[in-house]
T-cell receptor
Framework: ETGVTQTPRHLVMGMTNKKSLKCEQHLGHNAMYWYKQSAKKPLELMFVYNFKEQTENNSVPSRFSPECPNSSHLFLHLHTLQPEDSALYLC????????????FGDGTRLSIL | GQQVMQIPQYQHVQEGEDFTTYCNSSTTLSNIQWYKQRPGGHPVFLIQLVKSGEVKKQKRLTFQFGEAKKNSSLHITATQTTDVGTYFCAGPGTSYDKVIFGPGTSLSVIP
């Protein structure tokens, strides 16, 4: 139990589908993150939310749309994805954004057909 | 842009041997964090170093932050099969909210 829960754990979708990834943290943190982890590539930061406000968009394509309704929940809405978007998507949280240790969820393994 | 590099990319050791991974940043870091990701798992925070020349130990793991605060190392003494995984260093990015992860060193331990 990491305190950060991601659903679903696995997702297979076609390029024209719309789906959403969900992340919930039970740690009382105020910052949440989305990362993409592809095989043989470094962990890539996608988005940062601090006190529900998006403070970082790391040049992510618009087919990925984040949503943070409150400090405990984070969503990643997916639409018209490409095969190269297949990866492990990790959510993390920290007390506040910046130099704080991050707690990661187990991730969603996404496969695009 | 800012880069965090790690070497080696892969390391295979016999159980009981020592292991070291090195992390280098293109810029001075205010702090460095280390994470471990087991195969099939998620990154888990290990430690944060803040002071120049700082050395911290966790059982068989020794973490060091360079004097210039541009490099760091993780040394494992007498590796065990439970040490298998990928070790990442991470430093603050150019903007306050960003953390830049290194590419990781993947450790395999042969029993």
């Amino acid at each position: 139990e990491t305190g950060v829960t991601q659903t679903p754990r696995h997702l297979v979708m076609g390029m024209t589908n719309k789906k959403s990834l969900k992340c919930e943290q039970h740690l009382g943190h105020n910052a949440m993150y989305w990362y993409k982890q592809s095989a043989k590539k470094p962990l890539e930061l996608m988005f940062v939310y601090n006190f529900k406000e998006q403070t970082e968009n790391n040049s992510v394509p618009s087919r990925f749309s984040p949503e943070c309704p409150n400090s405990s929940h984070l969503f990643l809405h997916l639409h018209t994805l490409q095969p190269e978007d297949s990866a492990l998507y990790l959510c993390a949280s920290s007390q506040v954004s910046g130099n704080q240790p991050q707690h990661f969820g187990d991730g969603t393994r996404l496969s695009i057909l | 842009g800012q880069q965090v590099m790690q070497i080696p990319q892969y390391q295979h050791v016999q159980e009981g041997e020592d292991f070291t991974t090195y992390c280098n940043s293109s810029t001075t870091l205010s702090n460095i964090q280390w994470y471990k990701q087991r195969p099939g798992g998620h990154p888990v925070f290990l430690i944060q170093l803040v002071k120049s020349g700082e050395v911290k130990k966790q059982k068989r793991l020794t973490f060091q932050f360079g004097e210039a605060k541009k490099n760091s190392s993780l040394h494992i003494t007498a590796t065990q099969t439970t040490d298998v995984g990928t070790y990442f260093c991470a430093g603050p990015g150019t903007s306050y909210d960003k953390v830049i992860f290194g590419p990781g060193t993947s450790l395999s331990v042969i029993p």
